[in-house]
């Protein structure tokens, strides 16, 4: 308990504070943003609500479901009532979905979470193993192999490599399925169905998050491993494993906790084009059908929720920077 | 070796072949798919309702699974009781419909369904606060009574013939969906009929899954468990019904062709109202000009266009009314004649200019011709149109956007449109031709006005005397050929490739109806899937 004692509790809680504050015009600017784009885009919110219909509706018909949508109002308007209503806790209704935003947001934020947790957990531990070994012996071949990949990795985007993965796995081998939560004949998700479906996303999630941590880790550690402190315990006889993983890896991982935090935007445009590849029904589904279909009061949740995860993310990371270096104070 | 292991071990190595060239994303076959169990059927579809509620417009052309109207058709398009005991009864002057319920129907959560029922879903369409896109159809509406719990009257405004052809329709429960938000409450996407079956999940833009309503008021269905898979790409959509991973698809001509060979899977073909049209604005000086409408009509090489586009999989279309239905007037057929045409333009003095193109005084005879970009059968129908212009001296110059893009040029520029509806020939003609509508939304987009149409037309959606009727929609029809409002090409077969596992009572195997243009769940061979019967 004396290490949470010990955490400089008022400086970490103003900062928290300092950057609540600063979200606010923030997400103000992104919301009335997101309105501005969508009213600006050539996409009709009713002709896309009517669908094959509206080519056989009749004109007033049209203007009436314009006028119950509300999109017959200039957007100052629909931005400042949706506001309001979402300040009260109404997020509205979603058009293209015909349900309530939060009902749309709250079934499919579930599976986005899982999907994403799953891939950064596992991106972390591997990048962190695959980033020590590399650092142990730098030039070696392991060193070159693993460093040669993380580059590799890096500049192939998410999206081709699921499609590989699915060539790979599901039709080539036939080991896994390529899509969807459960099997197409199946109708209730059940674990054991959910967790062979989610195999193949996450751990495209997770390859394409991995460079940058194998990359941090490998340098961090091998920084620490050319320190005076690592120097000290090896002459005093210490095991190789000890300074490596007590020593080396201890300081070396610093960099990479502040890089945890700083990933979180990268692995929500990861995750959007993951999700489209593999059929997940998350929320990054919901993302592409509202700005197809101009979609306001979902698409401006959805663009608050992500913006909220990036503040967050930087929130975490500066904090746990501050933390982990006590030269830099809480005063962002 | 049994038929199905080498079956198997043919699909496998197809869909390896495939999966090379098509490495989209797809479920695979990993020996849990339908293929087998009797009892269940898994069906691709390109197609994906928004909402089901009827409320909002979901099986309004009937055969909604989950819900029943108080009409049905059958296999010929023949109007059946359904929720209804019988055909309505119509009064003399053709404006009061009185149907009779069905006794002891049930909805699936066990409420019974009474008139109440069928007055709500009227009414709340009907309702201006309701974001129902179809509404215009029941426009003959004046009111809806209950006369008690088992009758119903419709009171219309002015009579009209087609009316009980509506009144397929699905019938929503008040007791559900009358106590929430008719646009966005959990009955749009959860709903409760009287229908054959039962919504057991919605996974959007993935499946639909539906298991049978043992309660059924027509009897229990023998497949027990329906599942329609939501897959757009037609590739994918193949690849999965090779796999195994689906019973049927719905495929474009050139896919299905691919199945031909295959000794476990049948080809139907559905004929269809579905036409391919070129709307002639008569607001732009070309296309407005007489002349040139009939020498159109007659440059195109329909023949052509069937063959080349189609494979084969439909017909030459030569008004809203393809040419097998009984309410097609014979001898309006026209051949592919470019002299004709070209005689037509001389005569009405458009000159060949030195490129080819004519010109009347300072008038060049060329207009520009959009088609929806992505629609791959409407841009091979443009070009084709568009290189048969050309040899008659006119240009059409063919481009491509979204709607969005060719909504406000529809006044001055040709689309490439489709359409058709076969349940009544009112349903698309009033909406194509009367003067009315012009440039109502996507109603009439020719703006065209010909008072012998406006008057047939009406004429023959206010009298239910058949000939009548008939006589008619000869006269639209023969009009049609003496000052075409628009150019028909085809008429599209919809082809459907399923396993052949199944048959309906009295047939070798299965059945489709007569399809209208949107072709959504309620189509293709599963139109009638609460009747399907194991094949021994």
């Given at each position: 308990?004396?290490?949470?004692k010990?955490l400089?509790?008022?400086p970490?809680a103003?900062?928290?504070g300092?950057?609540?504050?600063?979200?606010?015009p923030?997400?103000?600017a992104?919301t009335f943003?997101?309105?501005?784009?969508?009213?600006?885009?050539?996409?009709?919110?009713?002709?896309?609500?009517?669908g094959t219909?509206?080519?056989?509706a009749?004109?007033?018909?049209?203007?009436?479901?314009?006028h119950?949508?509300g999109?017959?109002?200039?957007?100052?308007?629909?931005?400042?009532?949706?506001l309001?209503?979402a300040l009260?806790?109404?997020?509205?209704?979603?058009a293209s979905l015909?349900?309530?935003v939060?009902?749309?947001?709250?079934?499919r934020?579930?599976?986005?979470?899982?999907?994403?947790?799953?891939?950064?957990?596992?991106?972390?531990?591997?990048g962190?193993?695959?980033?020590?070994?590399?650092?142990?012996?730098?030039?070696?071949?392991?060193?070159r192999?693993?460093t040669?990949?993380?580059?590799?990795?890096e500049a192939?985007?998410p999206?081709w490599?699921?499609?590989?993965?699915i060539?790979?796995c599901?039709l080539?081998?036939?080991?896994?399925p390529?899509?969807?939560?459960?099997d197409?004949?199946?109708?209730?998700?059940t674990?054991?169905?959910?967790?062979?479906?989610?195999?193949?996303?996450?751990?495209?999630?997770?390859v394409?998050?991995?460079?940058?941590?194998?990359?941090?880790?490998?340098?961090?550690?091998?920084?620490?491993?050319a320190?005076d402190?690592?120097?000290?315990?090896?002459?005093?006889g210490?095991r190789e494993?000890?300074?490596?993983?007590?020593?080396?890896?201890?300081?070396?991982?610093l960099?990479?906790?502040?890089l945890i935090?700083?990933?979180?935007?990268?692995?929500?445009?990861?995750?959007?084009?993951?999700e489209?590849?593999f059929?997940?029904?998350?929320?990054?589904?919901?993302t592409?059908?509202?700005?197809?279909?101009?979609?306001?009061p979902?698409l401006?949740?959805?663009?608050?929720l992500a913006?909220a995860?990036?503040?967050?993310g930087?929130l975490l990371s500066d904090?746990?920077?501050?933390?982990?270096?006590?030269?830099?104070?809480?005063?962002? | 070796?049994?038929?199905?292991?080498?079956?198997?071990?043919a699909?496998t190595?197809l869909?390896?072949?495939?999966?090379l060239?098509a490495?989209?994303?797809?479920?695979?076959?990993?020996?849990k798919?339908a293929a087998?169990a009797?009892?269940?059927?898994?069906?691709?579809?390109a197609?994906?309702?928004?909402?089901?509620?009827?409320?909002?417009g979901y099986?309004?052309d009937g055969?909604?699974?989950?819900?029943?109207?108080?009409l049905?058709h059958d296999?010929?398009?023949?109007?059946?009781?359904?929720?209804?005991?019988?055909?309505?009864?119509?009064?003399?002057d053709?404006?009061?419909?009185t149907?009779?319920?069905?006794?002891g129907v049930e909805?699936?959560d066990?409420?019974?369904?009474?008139?109440?029922d069928?007055?709500?879903?009227?009414r709340?369409i009907?309702d201006?606060?309701?974001?129902?896109?179809?509404?215009?159809?029941?426009?003959a509406i004046?009111?809806?009574?209950?006369?008690d719990?088992?009758?119903?009257?419709?009171h219309?405004?002015?009579?009209?013939?087609?009316?009980a052809?509506?009144?397929?329709?699905?019938i929503?429960?008040?007791?559900?969906?009358?106590?929430?938000?008719?646009?966005?409450g959990?009955?749009?996407?959860?709903?409760?009929g009287?229908?054959?079956?039962v919504?057991?999940?919605?996974?959007?833009?993935?499946?639909?899954t539906?298991?049978?309503?043992?309660?059924y008021?027509?009897?229990?269905?023998?497949?027990?468990?329906?599942t329609?898979?939501?897959i757009?790409?037609?590739?994918?959509?193949?690849t999965?019904?090779?796999?195994?991973?689906l019973?049927?698809?719905?495929?474009?001509?050139?896919?299905?062709a691919?199945?031909?060979s295959?000794q476990?899977?049948?080809?139907y073909?559905?004929k269809t109202?579905?036409?391919?049209?070129?709307?002639?604005?008569?607001?732009?000086?070309?296309?407005?000009a007489?002349?040139?409408?009939?020498?159109?009509?007659l440059?195109?090489?329909r023949?052509?266009m069937?063959?080349?586009i189609?494979?084969?999989?439909?017909?030459p279309?030569?008004?809203?009314?393809?040419?097998?239905?009984p309410?097609f007037?014979?001898?309006t057929e026209?051949?592919?004649d470019?002299?004709?045409?070209?005689r037509?333009?001389e005569?009405?003095?458009?000159?060949?200019?030195?490129d080819g193109?004519?010109t009347?005084?300072?008038?060049?005879?060329?207009?520009?011709?959009?088609?929806?970009?992505?629609?791959?059968?409407?841009?091979e129908?443009?070009?084709?149109?568009?290189?048969?212009?050309?040899?008659?001296?006119?240009?059409?110059?063919?481009?491509?956007?979204t709607w969005?893009v060719?909504?406000?040029?529809m006044?001055h520029?040709a689309?490439?449109a489709g359409?058709?509806?076969?349940?009544?020939?009112?349903?698309?003609?009033?909406?194509?031709?009367?003067?009315?509508?012009?440039?109502?939304?996507?109603n009439n987009?020719?703006?065209?006005?010909?008072?012998?149409?406006?008057?047939?037309l009406?004429d023959?959606?206010r009298?239910?005397?058949?000939?009548?009727?008939?006589?008619?929609?000869?006269?639209v029809?023969?009009?049609?050929?003496?000052?075409?409002?628009?150019?028909?090409l085809?008429?599209i077969d919809?082809?459907y490739?399923?396993?052949d596992?199944?048959?309906?009572?009295?047939?070798?195997?299965?059945t489709?109806?007569?399809e209208?243009h949107?072709?959504?769940l309620?189509?293709?061979?599963w139109?009638?899937?609460?009747d399907?019967?194991?094949?021994?």
């Amino acid at each position: 308990m004396s290490i949470l004692k010990s955490l400089p509790w008022g400086p970490m809680a103003r900062m928290t504070g300092r950057r609540a504050l600063l979200a606010v015009p923030v997400l103000l600017a992104v919301t009335f943003g997101v309105f501005a784009i969508a009213a600006a885009s050539p996409f009709d919110p009713v002709k896309a609500y009517a669908g094959t219909a509206g080519l056989t509706a009749s004109q007033e018909n049209l203007d009436q479901i314009r006028h119950n949508l509300g999109v017959d109002q200039p957007l100052i308007t629909r931005w400042w009532d949706w506001l309001t209503g979402a300040l009260t806790g109404d997020l509205g209704d979603s058009a293209s979905l015909r349900a309530p935003v939060s009902q749309v947001i709250g079934e499919r934020i579930g599976w986005s979470v899982l999907l994403c947790a799953l891939a950064f957990v596992l991106a972390v531990l591997l990048g962190t193993v695959l980033g020590v070994l590399a650092a142990r012996r730098r030039g070696g071949l392991l060193d070159r192999t693993v460093t040669g990949a993380a580059y590799a990795l890096e500049a192939a985007p998410p999206f081709w490599l699921g499609l590989l993965a699915i060539w790979l796995c599901a039709l080539k081998f036939g080991m896994l399925p390529a899509g969807g939560l459960t099997d197409t004949g199946s109708g209730t998700a059940t674990a054991g169905q959910v967790a062979r479906h989610v195999v193949l996303p996450a751990l495209v999630l997770a390859v394409s998050q991995l460079p940058w941590f194998v990359l941090y880790v490998r340098q961090g550690v091998g920084d620490a491993l050319a320190e005076d402190p690592v120097r000290g315990a090896r002459s005093r006889g210490l095991r190789e494993r000890t300074v490596l993983l007590q020593h080396a890896l201890r300081s070396g991982l610093l960099p990479v906790l502040t890089l945890i935090g700083s990933r979180v935007p990268e692995l929500i445009t990861g995750a959007l084009l993951v999700e489209t590849v593999f059929s997940w029904p998350g929320i990054a589904a919901a993302t592409v059908q509202a700005a197809t279909s101009v979609d306001f009061p979902l698409l401006a949740a959805l663009t608050v929720l992500a913006t909220a995860a990036v503040l967050a993310g930087n929130l975490l990371s500066d904090l746990l920077y501050g933390l982990a270096d006590p030269r830099v104070a809480f005063d962002g | 070796m049994s038929a199905r292991s080498i079956r198997g071990a043919a699909a496998t190595a197809l869909a390896t072949t495939l999966a090379l060239g098509a490495a989209a994303c797809s479920t695979p076959s990993d020996g849990k798919g339908a293929a087998g169990a009797q009892d269940s059927a898994v069906v691709g579809i390109a197609y994906e309702p928004d909402s089901l509620s009827p409320l909002l417009g979901y099986g309004k052309d009937g055969n909604s699974k989950i819900f029943d109207g108080l009409l049905t058709h059958d296999a010929r398009m023949r109007l059946k009781p359904a929720l209804a005991e019988k055909l309505p009864e119509v009064s003399d002057d053709g404006r009061t419909y009185t149907y009779t319920l069905r006794k002891g129907v049930e909805f699936s959560d066990g409420k019974p369904f009474t008139a109440d029922d069928v007055v709500f879903t009227y009414r709340t369409i009907l309702d201006e606060k309701t974001n129902n896109a179809s509404k215009a159809e029941l426009d003959a509406i004046d009111s809806v009574e209950k006369k008690d719990d088992r009758t119903v009257v419709f009171h219309l405004k002015y009579p009209y013939a087609p009316f009980a052809e509506r009144t397929v329709l699905p019938i929503a429960p008040q007791h559900v969906a009358g106590k929430q938000n008719v646009n966005n409450g959990s009955f749009t996407t959860h709903p409760v009929g009287t229908g054959p079956y039962v919504l057991t999940h919605w996974s959007k833009g993935e499946k639909l899954t539906f298991k049978a309503n043992p309660h059924y008021w027509g009897g229990a269905p023998k497949v027990k468990k329906f599942t329609m898979a939501i897959i757009k790409d037609d590739d994918v959509r193949a690849t999965r019904l090779r796999s195994g991973d689906l019973d049927g698809a719905i495929l474009p001509p050139n896919l299905a062709a691919t199945f031909k060979s295959a000794q476990d899977k049948k080809t139907y073909t559905a004929k269809t109202f579905d036409y391919r049209n070129v709307t002639l604005p008569t607001a732009n000086p070309v296309t407005g000009a007489k002349a040139v409408r009939r020498a159109l009509d007659l440059a195109v090489d329909r023949e052509a266009m069937v063959k080349g586009i189609l494979n084969g999989a439909g017909k030459p279309a030569y008004g809203p009314v393809p040419t097998d239905s009984p309410w097609f007037a014979k001898g309006t057929e026209r051949a592919h004649d470019l002299k004709k045409a070209e005689r037509i333009l001389e005569d009405a003095g458009w000159k060949k200019g030195a490129d080819g193109i004519r010109t009347k005084g300072k008038q060049r005879a060329s207009f520009t011709l959009w088609y929806l970009s992505g629609d791959k059968l409407r841009q091979e129908h443009a070009l084709a149109f568009a290189s048969d212009a050309k040899k008659a001296g006119i240009e059409a110059k063919v481009e491509s956007g979204t709607w969005e893009v060719i909504e406000p040029r529809m006044k001055h520029d040709a689309v490439l449109a489709g359409g058709g509806s076969p349940a009544d020939p009112d349903f698309d003609q009033y909406l194509l031709l009367h003067s009315s509508l012009a440039g109502d939304g996507f109603n009439n987009m020719s703006r065209y006005r010909n008072d012998k149409i406006d008057r047939a037309l009406v004429d023959a959606r206010r009298t239910d005397d058949h000939d009548r009727r008939k006589a008619g929609y000869d006269t639209v029809q023969r009009e049609l050929q003496k000052d075409p409002a628009y150019i028909f090409l085809t008429h599209i077969d919809h082809l459907y490739v399923v396993n052949d596992a199944w048959q309906v009572p009295g047939e070798q195997g299965l059945t489709t109806q007569v399809e209208p243009h949107d072709h959504g769940l309620a189509s293709g061979p599963w139109w009638n899937v609460e009747d399907w019967q194991p094949k021994k």
